[in-house]
């Protein structure tokens, strides 16, 4: 069935350092894929989208670019900055029916200075 | 405008007693969603409404019941709480069944 698979555990890394978050997924038909960040003690918020294949999603200097040959939707920043410590989300609507968003685990995220 | 509001923020039940959640948007949304988010699960989509009036179940509704009276309300309901409960829930909105926007939460506890 659908579903979305993100990389396994915490990601820690220093500030200026280069960020990449796995995000892959399985799905019937041509969702549309999100990028949802969490900070602490605070609801997600939409941080990027794409909605057909080769399209890139950005914001805040993050970007994801989906790719249907390799069914991912990897998030990148070049530099990260202390303040993008979060939790990160990868989402992919369409999974229900009725385009229904589906959820990744989250991966999170900590900048050390 | 406010956007996607819940309240309480946080609750202490002890098992067995009873509590509604609600969830407030002021941005004209049709479609609103309840999840609960819980340490490595991710989200997990309860119940959901596709407009005033309707309610469905999401993936894990068991234990919980909505309603949607007013369009811009949606209430989630614990008839009789279980330590299993004990979750952050979210509630969200959209207009297009895509995009969605979050409220900040609320904490609970059942003991």
């Known amino acids: 069935g659908n579903s979305v698979t993100q990389m396994e555990g915490p990601v820690t890394l220093s500030e200026e350092a280069f960020l990449t978050i796995n995000c892959t997924y399985t799905?019937?038909?041509?969702?549309?894929l999100f990028w949802y960040v969490q900070y602490p003690g605070e609801g997600l918020q939409l941080l990027l989208k794409a909605t057909k294949a080769d399209d890139k999603g950005s914001n805040k200097g993050f970007e994801a670019t989906y790719r249907k040959e390799t069914t991912s939707f990897h998030l990148e920043k070049g530099s990260v900055q202390v303040s993008d410590s979060a939790v990160y989300f990868c989402?992919?609507?369409?999974?229900?029916?009725?385009?229904?968003?589906?959820f990744g685990k989250g991966n999170q995220v900590v900048v050390i200075p | 405008n406010a956007g996607v509001t819940q309240t309480p923020k946080f609750r202490v039940l002890k098992t067995g007693q009873s509590m509604t959640l609600l969830c407030a948007q002021d941005?004209?949304?049709?479609?609103m969603y309840w999840y609960r988010q819980d340490p490595g699960m991710g989200l997990r989509l309860i119940h959901y409404?596709?407009?005033?009036?309707?309610?469905a179940k999401g993936e894990v509704p068991d234990g919980y019941n909505v309603s949607r009276l007013k369009k811009q309300n949606f209430l989630l309901g614990l008839e009789s709480a279980a330590p299993s409960q004990t979750s952050v829930y979210f509630c969200?909105?959209?207009?297009?069944?895509?995009?969605?926007?979050f409220g900040p939460g609320t904490r609970l506890l059942v003991l």
């Open positions: 969200a909105s959209s207009m297009n069944q895509e995009t969605q926007y």
């Open positions: 989402a992919l609507s369409g999974f229900y029916g009725n385009n229904r968003l589906a």
């Open positions: 799905a019937t038909g041509y969702p549309s």
């Open positions: 941005m004209n949304h049709e479609y």
């Open positions: 409404s596709v407009g005033e009036g309707t309610t």
